[in-house]
């Protein structure tokens, strides 16, 4: 995560850059986690001193996406990482502008984005299941 910060002022506060993440359960895949701090912290951040990570989970209950999706767009985060496509939608529907990274099924299928090359709109990601390699996936097994 980069984040470009205007030059200080003085007097002047810096606004510290923050992320934040949308999650359906909490134990919903831990690596994930920990590969998205380890990459904030490769870029030199560091949780709680030059960046802020604001986490929802949600339970197991789906029907609290809109709500936990409202409070994270209320923060004004620098940009939201998810891991569904129907979190990435709940998140777009709370918000146009700021910047959705999802790792998701078919972000193309679910309407999330026009194209893997050309996402367009806030929501950009990894697509994890994608059709064309479904043959290969099934060789492997």
Same mark, same amino acid.
Request: proline share 5%; aromatic share 2%; net charge positive.
């Given at each position: 995560?980069?984040? %470009?910060?205007?030059?200080?002022?003085? $007097?002047?506060?810096? @606004?510290?850059? %923050?992320?934040?993440?949308?999650?359906? =359960?909490?134990?919903?895949?831990? @690596?994930?986690?920990?590969?998205?701090?380890?990459?904030?912290?490769?870029? $030199?951040?560091?949780?709680?001193?030059?960046?802020?990570?604001?986490?929802?989970?949600?339970?197991?209950? #789906?029907?609290?996406?809109?709500?936990?999706? @409202?409070?994270? /767009?209320?923060?004004?985060?620098?940009?939201?990482?998810? +891991?569904? =496509?129907?979190?990435? +939608?709940?998140? #777009?529907?709370?918000?146009?502008?700021?910047?959705?990274? +999802?790792?998701?099924?078919?972000?193309?299928?679910?309407?999330?984005?026009?194209?893997?090359?050309?996402?367009?709109?806030?929501?950009?990601? /990894?697509?994890?299941?994608?059709?064309?390699? +479904? #043959?290969? @996936?099934?060789?492997?097994?």
């Amino acid at each position: 995560m980069h984040v %470009a910060q205007p030059r200080r002022v003085e $007097g002047q506060q810096t @606004r510290v850059p %923050a992320g934040a993440s949308l999650r359906v =359960g909490a134990l919903l895949s831990d @690596r994930t986690q920990d590969a998205y701090l380890q990459a904030v912290s490769d870029l $030199g951040y560091s949780e709680g001193q030059n960046v802020a990570i604001e986490r929802r989970y949600t339970a197991g209950m #789906r029907e609290r996406l809109p709500v936990l999706a @409202r409070e994270l /767009v209320d923060m004004n985060p620098d940009v939201i990482l998810t +891991a569904t =496509g129907y979190q990435a +939608a709940a998140l #777009r529907d709370a918000t146009r502008t700021i910047p959705i990274v +999802a790792i998701a099924g078919d972000l193309v299928a679910e309407g999330l984005v026009a194209t893997l090359a050309r996402p367009a709109g806030n929501i950009t990601g /990894v697509q994890v299941l994608q059709p064309d390699t +479904a #043959r290969k @996936r099934v060789a492997l097994l």
